[in-house]
């Protein structure tokens, strides 16, 4: 059991390491804490559920061995990754930070503001839809106006902008 245990804990904190990591990244960009669980429970989902049933099936393939000892084990790590994979990671970890809130969940790092919320429509087709547009519409307008500037052999500063075809040339003093 104690090596059953140490064993189980440890294939469990990969996916732990996948979706808290994913979660904090979304909530470092602004997303409020409801959002930020949403949005990183929904780009590792795919992923841990696609690991723990790989892992599944090795740790299964072991059950065909006639070994008494080794079909125990296989048995209950087959059993463990399934239910750390379908009931852990997609239900009491999110459950678990929703419940201790921001301010707990990642105490003592210091979060951006809240500006993004994927929670403000009831309908979920036109919050999916609006939620898109205007990550779209932000995107656009940060690739809109970049311009760059740098300096050319000849010594002239040459400014560049996307939003323009043109490039102007500017003489340096």
Same mark, same amino acid.
């Given at each position: 059991p104690i090596m059953a245990f140490s064993i189980i804990v440890g294939l469990a904190l990969d996916y732990d390491v996948f979706l808290i990591s994913r979660i904090l990244e979304f909530r470092m960009e602004g997303y409020?804490?409801?959002s930020s669980i949403i949005a990183g429970l929904h780009a590792t989902g795919s992923l841990i559920t696609a690991a723990g049933?790989?892992?599944?099936?090795?740790?299964?393939?072991?059950m065909l061995s006639t070994s008494p000892a080794l079909y125990q084990w296989s048995f209950l790590l087959t059993v463990a990754v399934l239910l750390d994979?379908?009931?852990?990671?997609t239900l009491v970890v999110p459950i678990t930070i929703g419940f201790t809130g921001s301010k707990i969940s990642w105490w003592p790092k210091i979060l951006p503001e809240e500006r993004i919320s994927l929670l403000e429509s009831s309908s979920p087709e036109a919050h999916?839809?609006?939620?898109?547009?205007?990550?779209?519409?932000?995107?656009?307008?940060?690739?809109?106006d !970049?311009?760059?500037?740098?300096i050319d052999?000849?010594?002239d500063v040459v400014i560049e902008s996307t939003d323009q075809d043109?490039? !102007?040339?500017? !003489?340096a003093n």
């Open positions: 409020d804490h409801k049933i790989i892992m599944a099936v090795a740790f299964g393939g072991l994979t379908f009931v852990i990671r999916t839809n609006s939620t898109m547009e205007a990550l779209l519409l932000d995107a656009e307008s940060s690739s809109e !970049q311009e760059e500037e740098h052999t000849a010594g043109s490039t !102007q040339t500017h !003489q």
